[in-house]
Every structure is written in structure tokens, then in C-alpha cells.
């Protein structure tokens, strides 16, 4: 009887023991799960800095969306239209003929931007623009490379003439617009050197280098425009416009 006694005694605290061993590792789990969430809002602030650094590091040195806010570049680009920009365009070769460029007008000649609410609006501004949404910069210009430096410019009768020769223009607006005929008559100007002729596609109705932008230097160029992001049924690549009577780009 007494080593039935005793056999008794060993199973229930055995049994003991294992509730007492689960319990254990429940609370340590507990804990555990605890100590990781606390890790994880530790560090979000952490991530979050990352995140927005390496997205303006993006939008600074790589590639950029812009916001179409006007009309000018109808109908290849259409108000609120949204296109990315690439940085990289320009690191290797010079602009071309014919490329859709994204450039700033000089401080002194345009009105200053929008204010953007000191430190943490001009930061949630930047990178609203950088992602496409709102008009942006307003010293942002987006136009098409029509003249290229050392070239001679001029318009007439809306036919725009480089060195003399008519380029064909398929992809300019084609009526439909308020006119304007002070600018189908232009030059001809000599650009200059380090310099770029920049125009709208909605030629009657684009303020451009023919009037109130003028000729726009290399360094101001921020990238060229290669594709279409919104609207979602016109996503696609901005093909350059080919000029095949003006001569070969040096």
C-alpha cells in the first residue's frame, strides 16, 4: 500500500510540474511578444526617417513625377496629366531636339513658389510633389526642345524655320484654342551658346521661349519627361518628335 501511496504522489507532482513548465513558457511568450511590439514602435520613427530620406534622395538625384497643370503641351500632354522625370538623362550627352524636358525659370524672372508652412510643410510639400500630387513647383516648366544652341530660330505664319529650314510639326495642337497671332510670327534669334529654345506643343496658346521665358541655359534643365503615369488608360513612353529637315544635331 505504501508504494502505492508514494507512486500517487510522484504522478501528481509530476503533473504539477508540467502545468507549472506551460504556464511558464505561456507568460515568457507573453513577454516576448510584448518586448517585439515595443521594438517595433521603438524603431518606426527610425524607419519612417529612412523612408522619407531615401525618397528625397530619389526625387533629387534619379527620377521625379510632375503634375501637368495647364494646358500648353495639348495634345501630347493634357491638364493633370501626370509624367515622370528622369535625372540621369543629361549626365552623359546633351539634350536633343525634340524631347520633352522639365526645366526652372530664373528666380529673378518668375514669381517665388507657394508657401509651404516652414520645416515640416515644405518637407510633406516636396515629397507630394515628388510623387505627382499638386501642382508643384511654380517655377517647374515642362516644354518640348525645339532650338538647340548656335541654331538660328524664327516662326512664320506659325511654321517654325531652323537655319532657315521648315521643320514639320505633327504632334502641335491643331485649333481648338484661344489664339494667340502675336506668336505665329517670332525671329529670327541666334540662340546661344549653352542655351535651349524651348516651346509648347499648343503653340497659339503656350507662354515659352517666344515670350516671357526666353532662352533657357543648360544648368537649369532638371530631366526629361519619358513617360506617362496618369491618367491609368494613357500610361505609356513620350516618344521625341523627329524633325527630318533640320539638320543633324552635332
Do not use: C
Not at 505627382?132 to 532650338?147: P, S, T, V, Y
Not at 530660330?153 to 529650314?165: L, S
Request: proline share 6%.
Amino acid at each position: 500500500m505504501a508504494d502505492l501511496h508514494l507512486d500517487s504522489s510522484e504522478e501528481g507532482s509530476s503533473a504539477l510540474d508540467s502545468e507549472d513548465s506551460s504556464d511558464t513558457s505561456r507568460r515568457r511568450r507573453g513577454r516576448d511578444d510584448r518586448s517585439d511590439k515595443r521594438a517595433f514602435w521603438a524603431e518606426l520613427p527610425f524607419l519612417i526617417i529612412v523612408a522619407l530620406v531615401l525618397a528625397m534622395l530619389l526625387k533629387t538625384f534619379v527620377v521625379q513625377a510632375f503634375y501637368i497643370p495647364s494646358s500648353s503641351m495639348e495634345p501630347t500632354l493634357m491638364v493633370q496629366d501626370r509624367v515622370l522625370v528622369t535625372k540621369l538623362a543629361y549626365l552623359y550627352r546633351e539634350p536633343r531636339r525634340g524631347e520633352i524636358v522639365v526645366f526652372r525659370d530664373s528666380p529673378e524672372e518668375t514669381i517665388g513658389g507657394t508657401d509651404e508652412g516652414g520645416g515640416v510643410g515644405e518637407l510633406l510639400s516636396s515629397l507630394a510633389s515628388g510623387l505627382g500630387f499638386g501642382a508643384g513647383n511654380e517655377r517647374d516648366f515642362i516644354k518640348r526642345i525645339i532650338g538647340l544652341p548656335g541654331e538660328t530660330i524664327e516662326m512664320r505664319g506659325g511654321v517654325v524655320f531652323i537655319d532657315g529650314e521648315p521643320i514639320p510639326e505633327a504632334a502641335t495642337a491643331d485649333g481648338g484654342y484661344l489664339s494667340r497671332p502675336d506668336l505665329n510670327d517670332f525671329g529670327p534669334v541666334t540662340i546661344e551658346e549653352g542655351h535651349y529654345f524651348m516651346m509648347g506643343d499648343n503653340r497659339p496658346n503656350s507662354s515659352d521661349s517666344r515670350f516671357g521665358l526666353g532662352q533657357i541655359p543648360r544648368d537649369d534643365i532638371l530631366g526629361r519627361a519619358f513617360v506617362t503615369i496618369w491618367p491609368l488608360d494613357q500610361i505609356g513612353s513620350l516618344d521625341i518628335a523627329e524633325y527630318d529637315a533640320v539638320p543633324a544635331d552635332q
